[in-house]
């Protein structure tokens, strides 16, 4: 292919969306909303493959680990709600993030909405909120409790010789509802387009939710208890693995309808245990890190019509995060010992809100949205211990597990940790039918996000200490600070959409200006390998105003509809640009132009797509974190699925050219580091040629 081959075929993709406008609201980066069969269809894979489909990028991390990303922002950045219900990732590198613990075929509902969501929808973010939900209770016209539905399925993919098997089976009457969903999943590492293993990518997860439903004319009542375990999970751009995550959860929900209203109840508690380490020959090492967290939250809410048309909306919530981490001492060693080090003692994160939103049509044309929302949010952590005092072998210099973090020990405890912010939302929204297939919507904003406990309260200075903090997958070390401010975004989007009987098209524009954006600076440098290729540094996560702006495109339209079938084509295009204000410094992990074009033909209960994607270079990349610039790369994937009665069959190749690729968000290969580390950091490689197989059959 020519050398300009990539710069042709982005053209080609601009031309497309130029001229075939979008079929598909889900594919909309900006709000994104999917509920009932369009997402369950009983898929036994993770909540990111399938949220992956509906526009949102994800940073690498584990197999079912892995941080989502909108507007260029990741992970806390992002509310995440599953059932309604904030849920904290209980660990140093983030390795289980609210997603980890919910499976696709659990997801009844899915909501998206990037950059301006309303205050109603979640606080305590800048970027966006993504809200799934497993309660979905249906239910029937008999007095006697019935049968309703049952599925198994399963699926495997070759490029990880990755298993997933799912099940469901719930039964119903006119008051009673009952349902269990179950996931398992296991993979080896995978390989690349150069059919080399990517070390440390294998993982096993299992999921298990039931749900308990009863309702009557005016109220209804649901609980949902969970449960997880994953015994094992690589994390190749990490220094450490995940070897044990068990948590489980109570989630209790209550609906009341009123003459004047609806009254909304959710109570909530999830609790895990997490252990990290190391299992596998492709990482090896010694040293565990225990963490416990738990999440207590409620929420209560009143809807109330009003003025013509209109609904008021007032809501109280509490949420509260309690975390122990831990590193016990390694026997026989003289750097991690004789003590357990202590890296989060009784941290805490307390939020208390309460909001208020009016939703009002001013005309048969403009529609508008209002709401302010107002959070009190408190973080506290003990006294903390180093490994040693920082005497004998422990204080060698360059080891980093003596007189470096005893000081800094010492400092903290000595510290006031106690930090208290308050938060302020502004949330407008206008919508304007232009005409009867036309309609412009804009968005005002301004959204804050605290930080988070282990932004405040890492405060290892020591090479190792500093290496087991932070999710960003960089090899880097991080330091905490208590003294850091929220974040302060404030966000203007205008979005564009046309709808016609055969094509549709959707473009949103978004800008976001960001005050006290955490992000980290230099305050050294460290090599473990004496080799240029083994620089890294040592980050303190900082403070400083950042700017992110990008355009969203998507469209599509039908070609042709007859014996044979429909045949459409669709059409997406997404940039993002993000960069520090003080020094106009590239923002990490900020994804570069992708455009995804793709011929969808159903015919029956057979459905076929097949999808080009083109991802461009990455040549602006954070220099602060040691960014790798990436080459462009396109994709082709074939996917079909055939539905016969009670059996639903599907296929699939992924990457069907065997291309080889680098993840622009992938961060490096620690694993290979450590196993040679001649190759320095390099970037974290894509999946190679992947034969998927799937089969669903329903009772």
């Known amino acids: 292919m020519p050398s300009n081959a990539p710069l042709l075929l982005s053209s080609l993709a601009l031309a497309v969306l130029t001229i075939f406008p979008r079929i598909s609201q889900a594919a909309s980066l900006e709000h994104i909303e999917v509920t009932g069969e369009r997402l369950h269809q009983h898929h036994a894979g993770d909540a990111s493959q399938r949220l992956q489909q509906l526009g949102v990028d994800f940073s690498a991390a584990g197999g079912v680990s892995a941080l989502p990303v909108l507007n260029g922002m990741m992970g806390d950045r992002i509310k995440v709600l599953i059932d309604g219900a904030d849920i904290t990732a209980a660990c140093a590198n983030q390795m289980n993030p609210p997603l980890s613990y919910i499976s696709a075929n659990q997801i009844s509902n899915a909501r998206v909405i990037a950059g301006v969501s309303a205050v109603s929808a979640g606080g305590d973010n800048i970027a966006g909120v993504i809200s799934v939900d497993a309660i979905a209770p249906t239910f029937t016209d008999s007095d006697e409790l019935q049968w309703q539905q049952g599925y198994l399925s399963t699926e495997y993919r070759s490029v990880n010789d990755g298993v997933n098997i799912g099940a469901g089976a719930s039964i119903a009457s006119k008051q009673w509802f009952v349902e269990y969903r179950g996931n398992y999943q296991d993979a080896n590492s995978y390989e690349d387009g150069h059919g080399d293993k990517v070390a440390d990518t294998l993982y096993r997860s299992q999921n298990h939710s039931l749900i308990v439903a009863w309702r009557d004319e005016l109220q209804q009542f649901s609980a949902k208890l969970s449960h997880q375990y994953i015994p094992f999970q690589g994390f190749a751009n990490q220094y450490m693995d995940m070897t044990n995550n068990r948590s489980s959860g109570v989630n209790l929900a ?43 939250s409620y929420s209560v809410r009143w809807t109330q019509p009003i003025l013509n048309d209109g609904e008021l909306r007032l809501g109280q919530e509490y949420f509260d995060f309690r975390l122990d981490d831990v590193w016990p001492a390694v026997p026989g060693s003289a750097m991690m010992g004789p003590n357990d080090y202590v890296n989060i003692n009784h941290g805490k994160r307390q939020r208390v809100a309460a909001f208020a939103e009016i939703d009002k049509p001013l005309s048969a044309r403009w529609w508008l949205s209002a709401g302010l929302r107002y959070e009190h949010v408190t973080t506290d952590a003990g006294a903390v211990q180093n490994y040693n005092d920082g ?208 011929l969808v033909h159903q015919l029956g209960d057979w459905q076929s797509r097949l999808v080009w994607q083109f991802v461009g270079s990455k040549t602006r990349v954070d220099d602060n974190r040691r960014e790798n610039p990436t080459g462009s790369y396109h994709l082709l994937n074939l996917q079909s699925q055939w539905t016969v009665g009670s059996v639903t069959l599907s296929a699939g190749i992924d990457n069907l050219l065997d291309s080889y690729y680098q993840l622009p968000l992938g961060g490096v290969s620690v694993a290979d580091y450590r196993a040679d580390n001649s190759v320095g950091f390099q970037q974290l490689a894509g999946q190679g040629r992947s034969v998927n197989l799937g089969l669903t059959y329903q009772f």
């Open 391 to 598: 005497m004998g072998m422990g204080g060698m210099p360059g080891m980093g597990m003596g007189s470096a973090d005893a000081q800094a020990a010492m400092a903290f405890n000595a510290a006031e940790r106690k930090q208290q912010d308050d938060l302020i939302d502004a949330v407008l929204q206008l919508r304007y039918q232009l005409s009867d297939s036309q309609q412009l919507e804009l968005g005002l904003a301004r959204k804050n996000r605290a930080p988070n406990l282990y932004e405040r309260y890492s405060w290892g200075r020591g090479v190792m200490a500093s290496t087991m903090i932070g999710w960003l997958g960089d090899g880097n070390g991080y330091v905490g600070d208590i003294d850091l401010k929220p974040e302060t975004a404030y966000t203007a989007s205008a979005k564009y959409s046309l709808e016609q009987t055969q094509w549709q098209f959707s473009s949103s524009v978004w800008y976001s200006r960001v005050h006290d954006y955490i992000d980290a600076q230099v305050i050294g440098q460290f090599n473990s390998s004496g080799l240029p290729t083994g620089q890294r540094n040592l980050l303190q996560f900082s403070n400083v105003d950042a700017t992110l702006y990008g355009i969203n495109m998507v469209a599509s339209a039908q070609l042709l509809t007859g014996q044979l079938g429909t045949l459409s084509l669709t059409a997406q295009l997404a940039a993002t640009r993000g960069e520090r204000d003080d020094d106009n410094q590239p923002l990490y992990q900020i994804k570069p132009l992708q455009t995804d074009v793709g």
């Open 254 to 296: 209550y609906q009341r309808q009123f003459n004047a209203g609806e009254l909304a109840l959710t109570v909530n508690w999830h609790g895990v245990s997490h252990e990290m380490g190391f299992f596998t020959d492709e990482k090896p090492g010694t040293m565990p890190m225990n963490t416990d967290g738990d999440d207590y």
